[in-house]
């Protein structure tokens, strides 16, 4: 049995990511003569002296409320809409997704609504099969005009007296005589009325909703539409180059420092690499995004530095086809790129070619900062993430602040720098007293069918 055009409109507007419902929004309120704008997470939507502030009132993948921009004047309830109302501004509007339905069928002029998803989904509801009989959602007419009451919802929007106007403007047109007067034709004793001269009528067409701008993977002008995407990008751009990457974690508890971690990695290649860790203080969470080891990979053997061990080295063959994959370092960092954008709430602004920031760029490279806001990840409170991503994903820094519930301060940074220029040398700490390599190497299981106790090693980085 197919779906009625009220359950397929649903599923389409829930499927929607946060961008593409703004701007059907958008569309929408234009098509209803309103001047909008998308701004951020909201569409700001103007007529005369009114403004109205649309949100789409969205989960996100870490909290069970949906997030509202607190200056939402109207809110589309994806979900339920009890628990949107809950989340919303108190005196903001919350439309369901059943409302939203009835103003796109009942509220524009015949045919507009039907294109308007047409254009945004690819589905002409007047395909699908009818919503049933006629009651108080209305009636979806084969053929003929559709005629239903709005709900009590939309009754407070300006769509119902625009309605109701049209419907007496039109009555008045068919009726009246010359000056607008109603009269009686010759076969009722009236007079007849004279022929009156069309005139030229200008409209005013409505102000299109600027389409946002792509400027980085899964990155637009109007913020991070996918961020798995861009850590994707990301690890690509950094499996191609080589640098020096600065990762910092830091934890504080009201404003002062307990402790910090902050580790250097040298790429020379995907599986050529140093890496260092220093730290001070003590640190409380667990697991942290920097290291829990030294380590130093040429590129065939991985060497970690394990003081436990009985030459205090360990070492396995690295496995560049599954476990090591395109590069054991830009895989760690798209996995935080991932992890940290992946918050509704993003802006993105070009950073100018005089700035600091953008000083490494090299000729024709733009520059993009994200500031982002509002995740619930990791269970926290205020959190704030900027970065900045140059136009193939490659992120060339961002930082990371948030409280956790039980109020220790986090701050993670991490940032590039040497791009291109960057060599690796053997660290001090593997080269034993007579200058043979310490440790132990390990193949793959693959190679020998198994490996024998004690020479398993379980990689923690």
Do not use: C
């Not at 197919?2 to 059907?24: E, K, N, T, V, Y």
């Not at 979806?140 to 106007?165: E, I, N, Q, T």
């Not at 008045?172 to 010359?178: I, K």
């Not at 000056?179 to 005139?199: D, E, H, M, N, Y």
């Amino acid at each position: 049995m197919r779906q009625s055009r009220r359950s397929r409109f649903g599923d389409l507007i829930r499927a929607a990511g946060p961008s593409d419902g703004r701007r059907f929004l958008a569309d929408l309120w234009t098509a209803r003569g309103w001047e909008t704008t998308v701004e951020r997470r909201l569409v700001v939507a103007r007529r005369g002296d009114r403004t109205e502030r649309l949100a789409v009132g969205s989960r996100s993948r870490f909290s069970p409320s949906p997030s509202i921009p607190a200056e939402a004047t109207v809110v589309v309830a994806l979900g339920d809409p009890a628990r949107t109302r809950r989340a919303a501004p108190d005196d903001a509007r919350v439309l369901s997704v059943d409302d939203l339905y009835e103003l796109v069928r009942y509220g524009l002029p015949g045919g507009r609504g039907d294109d308007l998803v047409a254009d945004h989904f690819g589905v002409r509801l007047a395909d699908l099969p009818g919503d049933g009989g006629v009651g108080s959602r209305g009636a979806d007419g084969v053929g003929g005009a559709v005629v239903a009451p709005l709900s009590r919802s939309l009754a407070s929007l300006p769509v119902a007296p625009l309605v109701f106007v049209a419907l007496l403007l039109a009555a008045v047109v068919v009726t009246a005589g010359p000056a607008g007067v109603p009269g009686f034709g010759p076969a009722l004793g009236g007079q007849q009325s004279p022929a009156l001269t069309p005139t030229a009528t200008t409209t005013t067409e409505p102000t299109p909703t600027p389409e946002p701008l792509s400027v980085a993977p899964g990155v637009t002008t109007a913020g991070v539409e996918n961020a798995t995407r861009l850590a994707a990008a990301h690890r690509r751009a950094a499996s191609n180059r080589s640098y020096r990457w600065t990762l910092g974690y830091r934890e504080s508890i009201a404003g002062d420092e307990t402790g910090r971690e902050v580790e250097v990695v040298l790429v020379e290649a995907p599986n050529v690499y140093v890496s260092e860790v220093e730290r001070t203080g003590r640190l409380r969470a667990f697991p942290r995004p920097t290291a829990s080891e030294d380590a130093y990979a040429d590129g065939t053997t991985r060497y970690a530095r394990r003081p436990a061990e009985p030459d205090g080295v360990a070492a396995r063959v690295l496995d560049s086809d599954v476990r090591d994959g395109p590069g054991r370092q830009a895989s760690r960092a798209a996995r935080y790129v991932d992890w940290y954008l992946s918050t509704d709430e993003t802006t993105v602004t070009r950073i100018e070619r005089a700035t600091t920031a953008a000083a490494e760029a090299g000729p024709g490279r733009a520059r993009y900062r994200i500031e982002g806001r509002g995740t619930d990840f990791p269970r926290s409170r205020g959190y704030r993430v900027e970065a900045v991503v140059e136009e193939d994903g490659f992120v060339r820094s961002m930082r990371v602040t948030y409280e956790t519930r039980d109020g220790l301060g986090v701050e993670v940074w991490f940032a590039y720098d040497a791009v291109g220029e960057t060599t690796v040398t053997r660290p001090a700490w593997l080269d034993r007293a007579d200058g043979s390599t310490g440790g132990r190497t390990v193949v793959p299981a693959t190679a020998s069918g198994s490996l024998r106790d004690g020479e398993q090693f379980r990689d923690r980085k």
